[in-house]
């Protein structure tokens, strides 16, 4: 053996594990990546600037009414620092063709609020983000929006790496001002990612959504999942779960593509069939 090879191989070894070594901890937060599914309420603890439009081909259970609902929204987000951020979380507008009812197209509400990381533990790979938003009835009624007189979502997100894998969560409650009108539920959402390249960072998630009281409208035995709150009148107590799969490209440090297809999995009646989810996130 060299022996003055030596402490050039220690070096390049030392060099190799202090390099593995921070990827699993700092590294592993520049590879976290936003939720793909349940764009409205499952937020994501990061906070960072960026402009996401997004698209959602939702399809109705048969069960239920039939048909499909197309959504084209804009979702925007200011870091105002590095743990406080404005989010927009629902817009946009609705191509609702249910098989049972009218075809109907239309605005829906608007949602805007705050989040605030109250841990940002960059050793551990580890953010903590509670938050608050408030929905804004000025939707159009023919397309389910619009009812009510407010809606607030209480939620908290969190992620965690583990080097390349991340698991992100968020529960949380949204509260009605007017429980006649609509309906207060929980939600929960969870999901997996792993990096394997930049260009294909595959994830599998879970949303689910339970309506916690009655209001007085149609006797449906279901809501309406995260976009619409039809204020059932027979919904207390159901839940619904959808589970999903998908992947996200990171295209440029400040650019990333989302696709995801969910299926619903709970008993029916059941708003929830099937969707296909599409989104860019441009980060600035």
Known sequence: MNTNSLPKTILTTALALTSVSAFAAEDSLSTAI???????????????????????????????????????????????TDRLAIIATKDGYIDLNPDALPHQNGWADVAAGVKYAIIKDEEHAFILTPGLTFEIPVGQEKVFQGNGDGMWNVFTSAVKGFGKFHLTGNVGFNVPNNTDEETANFHASLQADYWVHQYFIPL?????????????????????????????????GTTQVALGIGFRSRILKSLDIGFAFEF?????????DNRYTVDAIWRF
């Open 34 to 80: 936003s939720p793909v599914t349940n764009p409205i309420y499952f937020e994501s603890a990061l906070v960072q600037s960026e402009v996401r439009p997004i698209y959602m081909h939702h399809k109705i259970d048969s069960d239920f009414v039939g048909g499909d609902a197309n959504v084209y929204a804009l979702q925007l987000r200011w870091a105002v």
């Open 204 to 236: 599998v998630s879970f949303n689910s959504f339970t309506t916690l009281s009655n209001a007085d409208g149609p006797p449906f035995e279901t809501e309406g999942f995260d976009l619409i709150n039809f204020g059932s009148s027979n919904a207390k």
């Open 264 to 272: 619903g999995v709970t008993d029916k009646p059941d708003i929830f």
